[in-house]
């Protein structure tokens, strides 16, 4: 779907080179998959595009695009490869992590040049198997694995979900650890985005030590406390808002891909039971489109509207005049439940056309079962749990407050927040 809101020079640029390389994602995606992980030279790729600059900070070099702008990207990669969708979701939506943990971070983060993604982030809720414990001049971390680290084959840094406790009760913190301490499991067996490469880590001891400032309760993270010294407004963007909606856009660029495929490939094909010779002149057909195209368009619309709002939320905080927490929390809340249903609406649209597509749609060649696989792996994530989301935004409609947890969707943080104890 072509965009109808004004877009950069670089927006332009970035989105004409992901086209141009898409057939080869394409092409690359089954062999890719049955490795378990995009290649080096997909990722490579991938990078030349700037792909996995568009989050990154100006400061640095990054292009920093809005998060409408990163939609549209998050969204064309998709549509030739759900595997490197993600993997560019991540390497952009993931940036939040390090820009809340304080400047030397980032500046560790983004300051040296690489090829790839440039951070990635593995088992951020309570029931991490890491552990923190406060030494002097830092941390020793411990236990594990952690869980589905996506990008972490081919970023410089992995951000450790770790449960620590001071005495005052448990409290969860990130830990920034670089590749070159972990060790990656052969764990990633799944039903789709097998490319994705999301194994599981271990640290490369049975305890690493890491400097202060690598680790940082992860209260101070999501609220943004901490002086990062980047300037642009999507740094003060709601994270959730940037997260989700580029998230979104990874089920509406595998729908309008697998939507393309199926047009290509029922021009001409008979209808099996029926005495169309075209598929494409059967009604049955223009029914089912129509209802394809509505799921998608519903899922688009509400997507760019809450990367657009995401985008003015920032721009409000960058100006010193910030919205307020209630609002904030209701917006949070609206943006991960809607996410949800943009992802089971393009699942579905998706299940149609594979539905649609014959017998020949099962083959492991065919792009169509494969995005079909993809967008449903979407909708099973654990942030997406399209039942407790809206029991939540409900919550807060009719006037009461949602369920109190923690981790990366906790929507109780717009609380003020403890001292830093790391400085």
Same mark, same amino acid.
């Given at each position: 779907m072509? @965009?109808t809101h004004?877009?950069?020079e670089r927006l332009?640029?970035?989105?004409?080179k992901?086209? @141009?390389?898409g057939p080869?994602?394409r092409n690359r995606a089954l062999?890719?998959?049955?490795?378990?992980?995009?290649?080096?030279?997909?990722i490579?790729?991938l990078?030349?595009?700037?792909?996995?600059d568009?989050?990154s900070?100006?400061?640095f070099?990054?292009?920093?695009?809005?998060v409408r702008? *990163?939609?549209?990207?998050?969204?064309e990669?998709s549509?030739?490869d759900?595997?490197c969708?993600?993997?560019?979701?991540?390497?952009?939506?993931t940036?939040?992590?390090?820009a809340?943990?304080g400047? *030397?971070v980032v500046e560790?983060?983004?300051?040296?040049a690489?090829v790839?993604?440039r951070?990635a982030?593995s088992s951020h809720?309570p029931a991490?198997?890491g552990?923190a414990?406060?030494?002097?001049?830092?941390?020793t971390?411990?236990?594990g694995?952690?869980?589905?680290?996506?990008?972490s084959l081919?970023?410089?840094?992995t951000n !450790?979900g770790?449960?620590a406790?001071?005495?005052?009760?448990?409290?969860l913190?990130?830990v920034q650890?670089p590749?070159?301490e972990l060790r990656?499991?052969?764990?990633?067996?799944?039903?789709g985005?097998r490319?994705?490469?999301?194994?599981?880590?271990?640290l490369?001891?049975?305890q690493?030590?890491?400097p202060?400032? +690598?680790?940082?309760?992860f +209260?101070?993270?999501v609220?943004?406390s901490?002086?990062?010294?980047?300037?642009?407004? !999507?740094?003060? @963007?709601?994270?959730?808002?940037?997260?989700?909606?580029?998230m979104a856009?990874m089920?509406i660029?595998?729908?309008?891909?697998? !939507?393309? #495929?199926?047009l290509?490939?029922?021009?001409?094909?008979?209808l099996r039971?029926?005495?169309?010779?075209?598929q494409?002149?059967a009604?049955?057909?223009?029914?089912?489109?129509?209802?394809?195209?509505?799921k998608i #368009?519903s899922a688009?619309l =509400?997507?760019?509207?809450?990367a657009?709002?995401t985008?003015?939320?920032?721009? =409000? @905080?960058?100006?010193?005049t910030?919205?307020e927490?209630?609002?904030?929390q209701?917006?949070? %809340?609206?943006v991960?439940a809607?996410? %949800?249903? %943009?992802?089971?609406?393009?699942?579905? %649209?998706?299940?149609l056309? *594979?539905?649609?597509s014959?017998?020949?749609?099962?083959?492991e060649s065919e792009?169509?079962?494969?995005?079909?696989?993809?967008?449903r792996?979407i909708? =099973?994530?654990g942030? !997406?749990?399209l039942e407790a989301?809206?029991?939540n935004?409900g919550?807060l409609m009719a006037?009461?407050?949602?369920?109190?947890?923690?981790?990366?969707t906790?929507?109780?943080r717009?609380?003020?927040v403890?001292?830093?104890k790391?400085?």
């Open positions: 072509v @965009a004004p877009t950069s332009t640029t970035v989105l004409e992901v086209r @141009a390389l080869d994602l062999s890719a998959e049955r490795a378990g992980r995009l290649p080096d030279e997909t490579a790729d990078d030349a595009t700037g792909a996995f568009i989050g900070p100006a400061e070099g990054g292009y920093e695009l809005t702008e *990163q939609l549209d990207v998050v969204s990669v549509k030739w759900g595997s969708g993600w993997t560019v979701w991540v390497g952009a939506s940036n939040w992590i390090p809340g943990s400047a *030397q560790e983060v983004f300051g040296p690489w790839g993604p951070v982030a809720f991490s198997k552990r414990q406060r030494v002097e001049g830092g941390w971390i411990s236990g694995p952690w869980t589905f680290g996506s990008d081919w970023a410089p840094f !450790l770790c449960i406790d001071d005495g005052e009760g448990p409290y913190v990130g650890v590749r070159a990656f499991l052969d764990d990633w067996q799944v039903a985005m490319a994705t490469g999301s194994v599981s880590i271990t490369a001891e049975d690493l030590f890491v202060e400032h +690598r680790g940082v309760d +209260r101070h993270v609220g943004g901490l002086d990062n010294g980047l300037k642009g407004a !999507l740094w003060k @963007a709601p994270t959730l808002g940037w997260a989700f909606s580029l856009g089920s660029g595998l729908a309008q891909g697998a !939507l393309d #495929r199926f290509e490939r029922a021009a001409g094909r008979p039971g029926t005495t169309y010779r075209n494409l002149e009604p049955l057909t223009h029914l089912m489109l129509t209802e394809v195209h509505s #368009r688009t =509400l997507t760019r509207a809450n657009d709002e985008d003015r939320l920032g721009a =409000l @905080a960058a100006a010193g910030p919205a927490p209630e609002y904030m209701m917006f949070s %809340a609206r991960l809607e996410t %949800a249903y %943009a992802a089971k609406w393009c699942a579905e %649209a998706i299940e056309l *594979q539905r649609n014959g017998s020949t749609a099962i083959m792009p169509i079962q494969r995005a079909w696989r993809d967008a792996v909708t =099973l994530h942030a !997406l749990n989301l809206s029991e935004y919550r006037g009461s407050q949602p369920h109190r947890f923690e981790g990366i906790t929507l109780d717009f609380a003020p403890a001292p830093n790391a400085g």
